[in-house]
């Protein structure tokens, strides 16, 4: 019997096109199920109206520190993502009354005000603690307490608060509580020595169960909150442009 090789190897191919049709196509279709499962029904999310409404699983302590740029803007990262889902997100500020290299406005400061539900204050001298650029030690110490104060007075507004609760947009953060509160450069005032570790420590341990506190500074390592908060990252650096003398840039830096 003679076989024809032709007639075979074009068989063979049809049955191997059919074969990875059908391969793909239930590739496609699993890949089509999967993303129905997902929480967006594999649709590409819509920006939506920001509402008021309550987070179900706030309450962590959380601690960003070291040498990295990156800190603050990381909180504030997160700022605007809660305050997106109708939170009530405040942040004060330490440390950070401006220097002869950041311009009197600042982007996050515009950007923050056209977000509902997303507010700021800032508590701190003109100039850098510790360096001889006008400004005065002592005034910085001032700052940094009057700015914990003013902290223990948020996080105890924030206790009388019901956090399971959506909590007006508008509304003053100590009056009515808030959902997150970044308190930037805290852990900085405290390695500066400005403000007591172990009232750190103790601010962060008084917090209301639902609350998210967010700690930013420091480029020493903060070991008196080792097992006091949640979430410690190390944003380390490994090169940065400040170390060739660039000064602070417009939109990048402030």
Known sequence: MTTNHDDTDAEAEASTDGETERTDGDETTANDGRAARTPGGGTAPEPEPIEPAAPAEFGLVQAWWVDGKGKTTAAMGMGFRA????YRVHMLQFMKGGADSVEGVRGEYNAIAAVPGFSYENAGHYGW???LDGSADD???AKAAAAFERAEALVAGAADADLSEPLP???EPEEEGVHMLILDELLYAADRGLV???DVVALA???PEDLELVLT???AEPEYLDGVADLITNVRKVAHPFDDGQRARRGTEY
């Open 169 to 171: 947009l508008d509304g």
């Open 205 to 207: 341990e008084s917090k």
């Open 83 to 86: 305050a997106g889902h109708g």
């Open 129 to 131: 603690h510790g360096l």
């Open 139 to 141: 005034e910085h110490e």
């Open 217 to 219: 500074g420091s480029h």
């Open 196 to 198: 007591d570790p172990d």
